[in-house]
């Protein structure tokens, strides 16, 4: 896993952990690029705070895992000049000495279930460790896709912290962490092919998270990656705001590359069977054109923004979603739909106890109303998803990918 993909993969948890109900938010320290005794230090310093407050302390950890000679896990720290490692009997020793409380550690790596070898023997209640997989085995990764792959268990854990799946039952919104793990678990096996089996070992009764049904709208911009569609709207009216005239595609697709290319990149299979980055086609650009005037933001006759497109640009930073969602309820209204229609499928697929996904929306609209083009309402749910309009899973994949060892 590259640098930049494990990088991005921590700031969706932060994101997470930092958008949780005010009691229940974490403080996030991320550890990329440290060294293991400067990633001890810090374990060290944030255990004594967490000590001294009597808050959870949270350890996670996506990367590379081996054995010891004993068989103990020890995590991989690369660098230039090869890889150090740091066992995590060392990191369980400092948490321990900070006397805290409360621990919850989630690991995903190969053979991460022979953390059991590390977990002190005197932790007794309130302590957790929720590991990939079993301590003989890889633990897979997600390929084949068009957004940078994750740990298949860790997209499972992320994806937990807001779903209604790993809610005890309907009537209990509270994510605990065998809530979490249960529907990690079965995520995780579902998706390997019943080859990855994550393991569990203690207990902590502490509420992690809450799901909530309809989270907070969001006036300004909502954290969300580059490629989401909901951040290529806006990168393209940023675009077209510069342009003193109406440009040509050519020029609108060259500004687009040079301003915000990593919103349009994507992964290209080349002959040897590996992905690599490369822009992506200008009918790609169109599609998202075509749609920015049917929300009224993109003139219908030129390559230029609307008075609503206009005020979009110059305010994206306090107004985007706010300005984003008027012309998304347009765009429902055009097509005889309102939002109500959007939360009726959510509350349907909820009754067949499965998580309202991105793409089980879509199966559900598209039956009732089979004219509507799909394309266009993944980009309405992406977009509702991020303003806070509506809840559902924001994983971007809902099916089993074919999924590759770590090393």
């Known amino acids: 896993m590259s640098g930049a993909t494990l990088g991005r993969t921590l700031d969706r948890m932060k994101r997470i952990l930092q958008d949780l109900p005010e009691l229940l938010r974490f403080e996030v320290v991320s550890c990329p690029g440290l060294r293991p005794d400067q990633v001890t230090e810090t374990v060290r310093s944030r255990a004594a705070a967490a000590h001294r407050s009597g808050d959870l302390f949270l350890f996670f950890y996506l990367g590379h895992g081996v054995l010891s000679a004993d068989l103990r896990l020890e995590l991989v720290h690369p660098s230039a000049s090869g890889f150090s490692t740091l066992p995590l009997a060392r990191i369980e020793r400092t948490v321990a000495a900070e006397d805290v409380k409360k621990s919850l550690f989630i690991i995903d790596c190969c053979y991460a279930g022979a953390y059991a070898r590390s977990f002190p023997s005197e932790l007794a209640d309130q302590h957790c460790r929720l590991a990939s997989t079993t301590p003989a085995a890889y633990a897979y990764k997600v390929t084949g896709r068009t957004d940078d792959p994750l740990g298949v268990f860790s997209r499972a854990i992320l994806d937990g912290f807001t779903s209604r799946g790993a809610c005890p039952n309907p009537a209990d919104d509270s994510i605990t962490a065998d809530g979490l793990f249960n529907y990690a678990r079965e995520r995780t096996v579902r998706e390997t092919g019943e080859v990855q089996q994550p393991a569990k070992i203690g207990h902590i009764a502490e509420i992690l998270a809450r799901y909530r049904a309809r989270p907070d709208l969001v006036e300004g911009v909502a954290p969300a990656d580059d490629k989401t569609a909901y951040k290529k709207l806006l990168a393209i009216c940023r675009t077209l705001a510069n342009f003193r005239r109406p440009p040509s595609m050519e020029s609108l697709y060259e500004a687009l590359l040079r301003r915000h290319r990593a919103a349009f990149e994507t992964l290209y299979k080349k002959e040897d069977g590996d992905f690599k ?115 559902m899973s924001l994983r971007r994949a809902y099916f089993p990918w074919p999924a590759e060892r770590g090393a």
């Open 277 to 391: 980055y490369g822009p992506v086609k200008q009918r790609v650009i169109w599609k998202y054109i075509r749609f920015l005037r049917k929300l009224g933001l993109v003139d219908p006759s030129q390559l230029a923004l609307t008075r609503d497109g206009t005020r979009l640009a110059m305010s994206w930073e306090r107004r985007y979603s706010a300005i984003l969602l008027t012309g998304v309820e347009r765009y429902l209204r055009d097509n005889g739909l309102d939002r109500s229609e959007i939360e009726g499928a959510l509350r349907q697929i909820l009754t067949t106890r499965q998580v309202p996904s991105r793409t089980t929306v879509l199966d559900y609209l598209a039956l009732r109303y089979p004219a509507l083009p799909r394309e266009e309402m993944g980009i309405v749910l992406d977009a509702l998803g991020y303003i806070g309009a509506v809840r």
